[in-house]
């Protein structure tokens, strides 16, 4: 009998504080996956954010740092250019990268960092108790948004990877989501492609995670991943929207 | 007959229920009857038909599973 699959010696023990169904732990599981696989463990640094996954450190076996709210790409930017050859990683949520942070990531990005972000993007705040985010979705409701976002008082949700994809910074820039097996899959190589070029020196690259937030979004863990699938994908299209690797260069 | 084991850490276990919605075979289930320190139904396996495809696992957002295959 072989194990097939077991749980990665890149994550600590400590058991998770997220809410039942929350795509955090998956995603966390697959970054220390690909530096465990890569043998990258005692080089990676991860700035972490304000939000749910403020204490994401804790669950990483490597260092991280907690960043002010929305810095993280600052911080790391700081990190990255004194320790050339670590691995410097940022996990940042929407409210911190789209909200408040979206100076500190349009900047790094501009400006080539050569750092990886991933960005959980589930439409809402998590920590704070579901208020409406910069990438909520138009008529999904929120605790500040009662009767669902409307487009001409709120405005309408950021695509945050189109629009970085449009600078010259970035290397790598790829939406996946975590809602089947497949998607996993696929994020996971979508996070080792990010790592390899930033291992390269060829610029900064970022990964989009549309994911979800059963306890705010009020529903099941299952119902929202399937909303994932139904809702979410359509307004924010996975696939690759910059890759300078790839042939002519996307 | 199984061509795989899965084994769920019922301790971390949050009760989700992603593994049972992705499991091509319904090996597994929420249990009805144990009930964890934190207050969760585990999931478990319910039958043998288990073929190490490990969708679960990657679905477990706390690595409460793991998967042996024969």
New interface residues.
């Given amino acids: ?8 010696k890149a ?1 600590t023990d400590l ?2 504080h ?9 995603v966390h ?1 697959l970054l220390a996956e690909c530096l465990e696989e890569s043998g990258d463990v005692k080089d990676a640094i991860v700035a972490v954010p304000v939000g749910c996954a403020v204490f994401a450190n804790k669950y990483f076996n490597f260092d991280g740092i907690q960043c002010a709210h929305g810095r993280a790409p600052a911080t790391a930017t700081g990190v990255k250019r004194v320790q050339k050859d670590k691995i410097v990683i940022t996990y940042q949520g929407d409210g911190d990268l789209a909200s408040i942070g979206t100076c500190e990531i349009v900047h790094a990005a501009a400006r080539g960092e050569k750092i990886t972000t991933i960005f959980i993007n589930n439409g809402i705040y998590g920590m704070t108790g579901g208020q409406m985010a910069p990438t909520t979705l138009p008529g999904m409701k929120a605790t500040t948004a009662k009767n669902g976002r409307d487009p001409a008082v709120n405005g309408f949700p950021l695509r945050v990877s189109e629009m970085l994809a449009t600078l010259d910074g970035p290397a790598y820039i790829e939406r996946v989501s ?1 809602s ?2 497949a998607q ?2 696929q994020a996971k190589k979508a996070i080792q492609k990010a790592l390899e070029i930033q291992k390269k020196g060829l610029g900064f690259t970022f990964i989009e995670v549309v994911s979800s937030c ?1 306890t705010n979004w009020g529903m ?3 119902k929202a ?1 399937e909303f994932v699938r139904e809702k979410m994908i359509p307004y924010y299209p996975l696939g690759v929207y910059k890759d300078i690797t790839a042939e002519g260069g996307k | 007959m199984a061509k ?2 899965v084994t769920i850490n019922e ?2 276990c ?5 593994c ?3 499991c091509p075979k319904q090996v597994l289930e929420l249990s009805k009857t144990k009930i964890n320190a934190s207050g ?1 139904n585990p999931a478990e396996a319910v039958n043998d038909e288990c073929i ?4 679960c ?7 409460a ?6």
């Avoid at chain 1, 997220?18 to 998956?26: Q, R």
């Avoid at chain 2, 949050?14 to 992603?18: D, F, I, P, R, Y």
């Avoid at chain 2, 696992?57 to 690595?63: G, I």
């Fill in positions: 009998m072989a194990v097939v699959f077991e749980k990665t994550l058991k998770m997220y809410c039942p169904g929350c795509a955090h732990g998956i599981r975590v089947t097996p996993v899959t059963p099941t863990p299952v991943m | 795989g084991k301790d971390i949050k009760g989700c229920g992603l049972v919605s992705v969760y190490a495809c490990t969708s696992a990657k679905m477990c957002p706390d690595c599973i793991t998967v042996e295959r024969f």
